[in-house]
């Protein structure tokens, strides 16, 4: 019954590897988004997904590409993978960006990802 | 950009004691959101805040919408041990379209941990 999921949960690999998360939300949300949290904990928004298309990039590097199957999944590709690429990745949803109540967003439990 | 400044960084206080943490931005925000992140999990949300003045409360947790639209605090009453945890703030601006596209905007988190 958990409402936004993500796998894995632990995701170690070697520098320039390429690596998938899978985010899935089980709450007929429309839009959908990932961020990364760094190790001072900070929280950043990469993009969103609104209903299977791109709404927000936030200046990522190309590198990252997320993909989004159907609205109610949204995945993040990350090619050559990078030192600097570890951290905690999240996924959140919400019911839609428009309007002042629909735009709360609900997380996922988080990737850790570690790039050796 | 817009940058939320959230103190104090870290609280270290005993069962029993009332806690109070706040965020101020350089510009306004329309919603304000406050979220308990604890470890290996996603930011859960506590309170939302839609309105400028608006004061609301979820349990022992209160939190208000500053009259400026650039600021907003949270008050936890009575802490208990299961209160530990980093708490953020968030805020989102609606744009000309009248929408955010859903981009929130985060604090740095308030570390807080309770002595029994």
């Known amino acids: 019954d958990t409402a936004v999921s993500q796998t894995p949960k632990y995701l170690v690999t070697q520098m320039g590897n390429d690596k998938s998360i899978k985010c899935e939300q089980n709450l007929g949300h429309d839009t959908m988004y990932w961020y990364k949290q760094d190790s001072k904990k900070f929280l950043k928004i990469m993009f969103s997904y609104n209903n299977k298309e791109l709404i927000i990039n936030e200046t990522v590097p190309n590198r990252f590409s997320p993909k989004s199957p159907d609205k109610a999944h949204l995945n993040l590709h990350i090619n050559s993978l990078e030192l600097g690429d570890s951290a905690v990745y999240f996924c959140a949803s919400s019911q839609d960006y428009r309007g002042l109540y629909q735009e709360t967003q609900y997380f996922g439990p988080g990737t850790r990802l570690l790039v050796l | ?116």
């Not at chain 2, 005993?14 to 992140?37: A, H, P, R």
């Open chain 2, 1 to 116: 950009g817009q940058q939320l400044n959230q103190s104090p960084q870290s609280m270290f206080i005993q069962e029993g004691e009332d806690v109070s943490m706040n965020c101020t931005s350089s510009s306004i925000f329309n919603t304000w959101l406050w979220y308990k992140q604890e470890p290996g999990e996603g930011p859960v949300l506590l309170i939302a805040l839609y309105k400028a003045g608006e004061l609301t409360s979820n349990g022992r947790l209160t939190a208000q919408f500053g009259i400026t639209r650039k600021d907003s605090f949270l008050n936890i009453s009575a802490s208990i041990p299961s209160d530990v945890g980093i708490y953020f703030c968030a805020g989102q601006l609606r744009g000309a379209g009248g929408t955010s596209y859903g981009k929130l905007t985060f604090g740095q988190g308030t570390i807080l941990t309770v002595h029994p």
